[in-house]
């Protein structure tokens, strides 16, 4: 289905921790917000909202946003409602509350405008009884940050139309989300359902002082946490099955349900249709992919997160930090069999498939790529290691300039070399040429300038007099050599 124009105005009832992510969700595409909520902080509340979700999405998405709507403050539910394209009640969990806001925001609504509860768990068979046109009531139920996580589950109650359900999925993905359609109407959905049994036995596990909350939150986050995020439960599960899927499985871990290893006993009898059942879905879920097909998926998808948490140094990306700066420590170069009386030959690699762009050539981000490799383990030839990371100094690149020479392909074997330009005690300039390992043809070029800093006060510093005396030794022969001929296109000429 074609997405439609996004819609133009909306009226939120509620403005608190999810009402206020629903405002940023839909003013930070380019739709006028008018807002009801008696709490005399609501403004203020929602301004510090919006400010977080400002930065959040525009380090999320890569294009511009549109010009962002305005958001306005309204006395009465009947007003935010008035002159609106949908609307999306957030209130706080009372049936009645919700009841009558919806009551209200009905008489004003026209009656082709679909109205939306963010309710987690609250029937909207109940919800819609008082409203006018009880028919355009949908669950549009959240997760917060509502400006950040694409879920919204969406399920209407026994006078809901399917007009009114699709009217609200077309919306919802307008707005970037991944609308869920529930077709059962029951207490919690899905999600919170799922969430409160994992609530559950966390609570008992704290309470018979088994693990605290910190251990709790760790075997989540560093473990079952990262796979859920892109394959959920049942496409896990039937990974850990092997080639012979969910069935197998079943046969080998369901028995466990009936073992007391949680609070959480009472599970369904796993009968011959049960099975069946379970597994038909999951055939229909894999769609035809293998298990080594899911398998490199998973491991695809693995790598994706824990690098992205890398990024902001948390989580398993704080573990994986501090392996890879192991794996440079461990990383021996044999200082030795290095010749510095030439550009050192100091990197090699092989061209992975994922270098590869559509034209069948390494993309030209790649070179750049490679060629801060290399410079990266240049510096840890010349006394740039952990210890020296860990002390809070650090080369920065300033600036780089890249010629591109020739193409290279999947499987190309690639080597690097090093030419000092000019050191002092502040400033590193080299070269690095990227050439093919089979017939030395040279594919690219690039030049840096870095600056010594210490990260602590994020100030230029000077370079430790260890590290300079190695770049001393290699200038002697390296000013000997011709400068190859990109050098200064980019930079400007040598002192």
Not at 102 to 124: K, Y
Not at 225 to 230: T, V
Not at 249 to 275: C, H, I, N, R, Y
Request: net charge negative.
């Amino acid at each position: 289905m074609a997405i439609e124009s996004v819609v133009h105005k909306v009226g939120l009832l509620g403005g608190g921790v999810i009402g206020g992510g629903w405002a940023a969700r839909f003013a930070l595409n380019g739709i006028d917000v008018q807002i009801f909520d008696p709490d005399p902080q609501a403004q203020r509340k929602l301004d510090d909202v919006l400010a977080n979700a400002r930065r959040a999405v525009r380090k999320l998405v890569m294009p511009a946003l549109p010009p962002e709507g305005t958001v306005t403050f309204v006395a009465t539910p009947e007003l935010a409602a008035t002159g609106t394209d949908f609307v999306q009640e957030s209130a706080p969990e009372r049936l009645e509350l919700k009841v009558e806001l919806l009551r209200r925001a009905s008489t004003a609504a026209g009656a082709d405008v679909v109205i939306a509860s963010s309710t987690s768990g609250l029937l909207p068979s109940r919800l819609q009884a008082e409203m006018n046109h009880p028919n355009r009531l949908v669950v549009g139920h959240p997760f917060n940050p509502v400006y950040l996580l694409p879920l919204v589950e969406v399920c209407g109650g026994s006078q809901t139309s399917e007009a009114a359900l699709d009217r609200a999925g077309v919306i919802y993905e307008s707005l970037g989300m991944r609308a869920l359609r529930i077709t059962k109407e029951i207490d919690g959905f899905v999600a919170d359902r799922l969430l409160e049994a994992l609530w559950r036995e966390a609570l008992w596990l704290v309470n018979d002082g088994v693990a605290t909350v910190s251990e709790i939150d760790d075997a989540i986050r560093f473990g079952a946490g990262l796979r859920w995020s892109f394959m959920g439960t049942f496409l896990t599960y039937r990974i850990a099955g092997g080639e012979s899927g969910m069935r197998h499985f079943m046969e080998q871990f369901g028995p466990a349900l009936q073992w007391p290893w949680s609070k959480l006993t009472d599970v369904p009898e796993l009968t011959d249709e049960l099975v069946d059942r379970l597994v038909a879905q999951s055939d229909d879920q894999a769609n035809g992919a293998t298990i080594r097909e899911l398998e490199a998926l998973r491991d695809d998808c693995l790598i994706a997160v824990i690098q992205g948490l890398r990024t902001v140094g948390y989580g398993a990306g704080e573990v994986l930090d501090r392996y890879e700066q192991q794996l440079f420590d461990r990383t021996e170069i044999d200082s030795a069999a290095i010749d510095i009386a030439q550009p050192i030959r100091i990197y090699e690699r092989s061209v992975p498939t994922e270098w590869v762009d559509y034209n069948g050539h390494m993309n030209d981000s790649r070179y750049l790529q490679l060629s801060s490799e290399a410079g990266d383990r240049f510096l840890r030839f010349i006394g740039m290691d952990g210890a020296y990371l860990a002390s809070q100094r650090s080369f920065f690149t300033v600036e780089s300039h890249v010629h591109y020479i020739a193409q290279c392909r999947a499987g190309d074997r690639l080597y690097v070399t090093v030419q000092l330009l000019a050191h002092d005690s502040k400033r590193l300039r080299f070269m690095t040429i990227m050439c093919r390992g089979d017939d030395d043809t040279v594919v690219a070029s690039a030049e840096h300038m870095m600056l010594h800093i210490d990260t602590s006060i994020d100030r230029v510093s000077a370079t430790d007099p260890v590290i300079i005396a190695k770049l001393d030794e290699i200038a002697v022969f390296h000013r000997a050599l011709e400068p190859p001929k990109q050098t200064g296109h980019g930079l400007g000429p040598l002192p």
